[in-house]
């Protein structure tokens, strides 16, 4: 045993800074371990015995033995009367580190990647994201203490895959009345949010090479979680109507599961139309597919009165309504919903069940008091203005200063516009120097299927997080922007 | 129009049973909508007047004002200086609800089911639930609250998919020092719990067909995951050693990943021994196969110290290492671990992000101070002696009342016994009789891949959550569900 080695390789080991708060022992512990596994000390090599060691190295002879006993639990070293003796750990079997291949992920998740950055750090025009800084995080604070005050040691296990039947309950009649989905309870699922619910959609609903029809442009977090569920996405134009299908695709690429925003296409912003709707619903019925509805952001509706939701034109609509309270509340919360038609609810509560373990029993009955108290609908009806203000100064702004640059489009409702380049410059390289500025401008190119026609350039602009004095200062800078990607082009 | 049927729809709605709070302006709109749809009300239909209809109703004008325009807005009538009339709504496309076949789920998550009920209500005897009245909740609160108070408005955003960082860099710092994983901050992602990160490992690593080894018998929700991901499952038994592949499973059925749980097997309860783990680690490296450890309960030692992980054994091991909160804190935390080689950490970061969104900065906040402020390491040594001595209870309980009816195994750890039946009588019987008395015995065979040998009979008992003074009661009404199934057998 060489045991300067062994004795270096401790003292380094031993530094503050390398090893944190590791106690002592435990770093004799490791450190023998690395020297045994490294070979630097061989197999059959008696250890000083403990109170040696113990003397050699300043430290108390318990520390010595627990490091010793923990390696012979796992098998470094075996004990006897003779000393302690390192074992035989076949040492050839495990070769030296060498440079590999970077890691190369599976097959199915390729080219899938978090759309740019910016997410994390909420500069401005990132989409979806609210206005943070009006949320009335005093009362939900005040709820959830309340609901953490009243928890029982039962609700800290795990809960029904459902989940709380008191916000199921609260859910279940918003959606009645104020969007005019057809449902109780029994058929709501909470979930960790609308990206949760469409990989569930895709798991429990289609089968590998399974066709799925995505917005073509359309949200990125669908297309992952298809394409990541191994379904054969099949990319739809939508217009003015929400999504276009033309007859003669639901024979050639007939599809399972069929993705829309229909009451405010994300990101151009068309309103699908009540003709279209019920065409949907009838083809897909017929065809035996199921409607995936991503009801996103419908409660903030500019103009006229919310559109009522796909989900509740028919009796048993083979209809997904997915719902967040991202948008209205805070992402950070991640508790959204699914409501499924009632002859897939008991199946999906089976199924579901083994794929999900839930809990957070106590912030779902905050979300439950809250919202029965009253402050979603008051936080709604006040970032409802909030959103319509900040919507009219973003566009006004363009207006004032990017005319002839950009083609405004969508505005309707949500959190969002979106506006087609009318100047000849990539919405990538747009998007690449606004980013060093500070501006999350989302290239519209990026939001359909690569090579998909037909081709969009332009910019996704998220005006929830951005207070409206600022807008005018902004759409210059979008202006300066552009121009600068235009010399450079 | 047949006014009448429109009325006493209207007036059905509106008793408060069917309709709950819902305003009776969406009262009326809905039941407008349901007759338009349903054709009780044809195209072309000119609706009342608005004034003429409040009075029939003994509503606002403005009421009947309201729901006209959402109904206009929506596309269900069109108003004109005739009035407001009913709109083509494509009724002949859509036919009448009929009676359908129930619903059928995927093929790929076909014989999915969760394990049992029970899970939802802590009947003595469900494995994987802690002592949750022994959770030092009020310690728990006011780390949560505080979390909350100091929260900014832009941490109730979106949150990069790794998580927090102070979490993560307390979480590789308890891994480095107690279970001698080698790793820092920046391999560390936070999950939503051990589900969520097998989830992530099938989809992220593998591809649909790709080979998966599984523990046989093992934890199901690895076979879930992996099954709902289009992997072929291949079970290899386990003996004393923990997993035993034989030299031409490599070959004849190569595996792209390999789940274990060396620690402490589940259910079985062995310990993979140090030249098995050295062996598989070396082999894997070489297939190209990455081992994915779930140490689930490796904090709960009952005799001797820890082993630390497999992860640990070489620099950059092919190893995921899972870990959670739910065992040794509580299950509705749904926080848990997952870390990756540090090649690996940038791939995952920019892929799994557009896979899952994250928040719950708060929640992770607290966890951190939780386990700084020493709570974690104090509450894991009060249970590790109040598991200990559950488990000595239950065996000792077991050893006097079911003699010759079953033989324990595993103990040696954990928060469960298994226990192989060795009368002649159907583990599956035995439960259901069991669970009729208020007593979740898990089937052993339920937890081996159907159709695979060697065939278990026998039950797993989680002690975590059942009171050592209750041990001997229920080891008797074990007994008596035992015979009970052998008389009827």
Redesign the interface.
Known sequence: MDFGVLLSAFEREATPSA?????RQ?QLY?CL?TAI?SGKIEEGTRLLPTRALADELGMARNSVL?AY??LA????VTGSRQGTVV?R???Q???A?VP?A????????AG????GDG????LPFLP??PA??A?P?AQW?RH??RA??N?T?????????AGNVALRQVIA?YL???R?VRCDASQVFIT??T??GL?LCA??????D?IAWIENPGY??AR??FQ???LRLVPIPVDADGLAPRPQDWTETPPRLIYITPSHQYPLGAVM???RR??L???A??AGAWIVEDDYDSEFRHQ??P??AVQG????APVIYLGTF?KVL?????IGFMVV?P??AP??H??A??????????EQLALASFIEAGHFTRHLRRMRQLYAARRAALHDAMTRHLQGLVTVSGGAGGMHLSARLDVPVADTEVSRIGRAQGLVLRPLSRFCLPGSAPAYNGLVLGYGGVPAERMDGLARQIREVIERALLEA
């Open positions: 090893s944190g708060r590791m106690p435990d490791a371990r596994l627990y006993e923990r639990a796992e098998g470094f074992a750990v076949g040492l079997q495990t070769p580190s590999e970077p890691p190369v992920l599976s097959r199915r998740v899938i990647v978090r759309p997410m994390d750090d909420p979806g994201t943070l800084d949320f995080l604070r959830l203490e953490w005050r928890i040691p039962a609700q800290l296990g795990y809960m029904p895959v009649e009645r009345v104020s005019g960790d949010g990206q949760n990989d798991r429990l609903l289609a089968d590998a399974d990125s977090g992952s979680a990541a569920a191994n139309s009540l003709e019920l065409a619903v009838a083809q019925r017929a006229g009165t559109l009522s034109l028919a009796e048993d991202s805070f992402p950070a919360l991640r038609p002859a897939l199946v999906v089976r199924t069940g083994a794929l999900m373990l839930r809990g957070r029993v106590a």
